[in-house]
């Protein structure tokens, strides 16, 4: 069991894990494809994410990542293996309304205004339980910098600021998880920056446990207590590097040598785990 | 300027183009009365019986608007049934691929033969003109949601009708209104051709053609097709005004003007 935080802290037993762990993988096997055409993308993952943290995952493409996402999402079955969230099958979690998934691309409605959008969760599967003390839809926006764009159609908004509508409709129903799927891949980098701090700012305070995946080295350090390196040679975990950096962090902390440091480190990791890329002859 | 030169750019050319088959039309029916009657002929009729073509247009009119609406709703309530139960489309699309490429008015007489000659037999051919090209419509926007979107409500358990509702009606109204264009027209060809063959105690602009060319009438059987066409103009306008008032809200992009 690789456990994204601490290697110390324990949690080895999915089973029994209402506790620590927020999100267990366990033995996680996953192919796509039938017969010849079958492609092996997960090949016995295991991996928890603690309560509370926030974690990134990288690696090569085709290293099973988004897949591992959407496992985790309840979007996707493992062939092998389990996954659970808060100790329970990741059907209950979705079922309490407990995850919020950011795709990868918005997925605004363009009939509905920005307000309407960030609602939209609230307005299905009203069984689940309200949470205690939901977050103001109009608060959140503001909070991101909408608070102008309220009414405006996403098609009015830039790319950027579409993303942001996207983080805030993940919010509002206040749910424990955040599963995002390379949220900022789409935008620009000054851009992905000013999002990247925009989400610190507003998850700080929230507690929630967050699952992200990315293809920027920066991203995942600046953003991470974990780095979860994936391999598209071994279908699996790589290594997770913990990133110790003082949290509320801001722009400046991305000039640090600490952090300059574990962007290196990484970079390194992730070279070991490429496929090697041979000269045509 | 540049946008008045523009906006005669967009007028003349089918000014010019209506005024060239307007001389063309006059010169061929002066050798040609019995092909082609003078537009004064057809201008004469219409100003001396405004109460006939208006009572007959508001027959064919009902028929259309009637056995459209009735086809249309038919339509989408079955995509609905054969977007959600697999079996029913696997049993049904084939045979309606099929008789949408078939030319249903040729069942026209046997629908007199069944109904008579009152509105019934109109009602049922505008109503199957209108069936296919509607259900096949309603089943691409069923389909047509964005992928993501349906993933991200997935994540929150929404219920099937819930996905219906938020996701899939929006979606599909663009295809929707696509095919009301086309359909709400197409009902009153039914409509049309059901008068033809059914031209008995019902009035409408079908039957008075049939009368008016069996009497070699040609203006009165222009003067019907003027109002024919000015209906269908009607019909096609108040869609896209609906379409309008109903989609102003989405991206401008989507169904407006496919051409």
């Excluded at chain 1, 960030?118 to 839809?137: C, E, G, T």
């Excluded at chain 1, 989400?199 to 507690?207: P, V």
């Amino acid at each position: 069991m690789t456990t994204a935080t601490s290697p110390s802290a324990q949690g080895s037993d999915p089973a029994c894990g209402g506790g620590d762990e927020a999100i267990v993988f366990s033995g996680v096997h996953k192919s796509f494809g039938r017969g010849d055409e079958r492609v092996k993308v997960l090949d016995g993952v295991d991996l928890s994410v603690r309560r509370g943290q926030f974690v990134t995952v990288i690696g090569p493409s085709g290293c099973g990542k988004t897949t591992l996402l959407r496992l985790a999402a309840g979007l996707l079955r493992p062939d092998a293996g389990g996954v659970s969230v808060f100790g329970a099958p990741v059907a209950t979690a979705t079922e309490a309304k407990r995850i919020g998934f950011v795709p990868q691309a918005p997925a605004l409605l363009p009939w509905r205004s920005v307000l309407d959008n960030v609602l939209l969760p609230l307005q299905v599967n009203r069984k689940a339980p309200a949470p205690d003390s939901p977050p103001d839809a109009v608060a959140l926006l503001t909070a991101l910098g909408l608070g102008d764009a309220l009414n405006r159609r996403p098609r009015e908004l830039s790319g950027g600021m579409q993303q942001r509508v996207a983080i805030a409709r993940a919010f509002v129903f206040d749910p424990a998880v955040l599963l995002m799927d390379e949220p900022f891949a789409a935008v620009d980098e000054l851009t992905r920056e000013s999002l990247r701090h925009a989400l610190l700012e507003i998850w700080q305070a929230s507690g929630k446990t967050v699952l992200f995946v990315t293809h920027s080295v920066t991203e995942a350090v600046a953003l991470s207590d974990a780095v979860v390196v994936m391999s598209a040679t071994t279908h699996g975990v790589q290594r997770v590097i913990p990133v110790d950096l003082p949290r509320p962090r801001d722009e400046l902390v991305e000039t640090t040598a600490e952090f300059l440091a574990l962007e290196r480190e990484l970079r390194l990791e992730l070279r070991k785990g490429s496929k090697p890329v041979r000269a045509p002859r | 300027m540049s946008r008045r030169s523009l906006r005669v750019g967009v007028w003349l050319p089918p000014v010019v183009a209506l005024a060239a088959l307007v001389i063309l039309w006059q010169l061929y029916a002066d050798h040609h009365p019995y092909v082609a009657p003078r537009l004064g002929e057809v201008k004469d009729q219409l100003t001396a019986h405004p109460g006939l073509f208006a009572r007959n247009a508001w027959t064919t009119l009902q028929e259309g608007l009637v056995g459209g609406a009735a086809g249309m709703g038919a339509a989408f309530a079955l995509a609905l049934v054969m977007f959600y139960v697999r079996f029913v489309e696997r049993a049904l699309l084939p045979l309606a691929v099929v008789l949408n490429v078939t030319p249903l008015v040729a069942i026209a007489p046997a629908l007199v033969v069944a109904f008579g000659f009152g509105m019934t037999p109109k009602y049922v051919i505008a109503s199957l003109l209108v069936f296919f090209p509607f259900l096949v419509n309603a089943l691409a926007g069923l389909r047509d949601v964005d992928p993501e979107a349906l993933d991200l409500v997935a994540t929150l358990h929404a219920s099937r009708a819930e996905v219906l509702w938020r996701l899939r009606l929006p979606s599909s109204l663009p295809y929707l209104f696509a095919a009301g264009r086309i359909c709400m027209p197409l009902s009153l060809v039914g409509a049309v051709v059901a008068e033809f063959v059914a031209a008995g105690e019902a009035k409408g602009l079908g039957t008075l053609v049939v009368t008016a060319a069996s009497l070699g009438d040609l203006g009165t059987v222009y003067a019907a097709v003027v109002v024919l066409a000015v209906l269908g103009v009607a019909m096609f306008g108040a869609v896209v005004a609906l379409q309008r008032l109903v989609l102003g809200r989405y991206a401008p992009a989507v169904g407006m003007g496919r051409r």
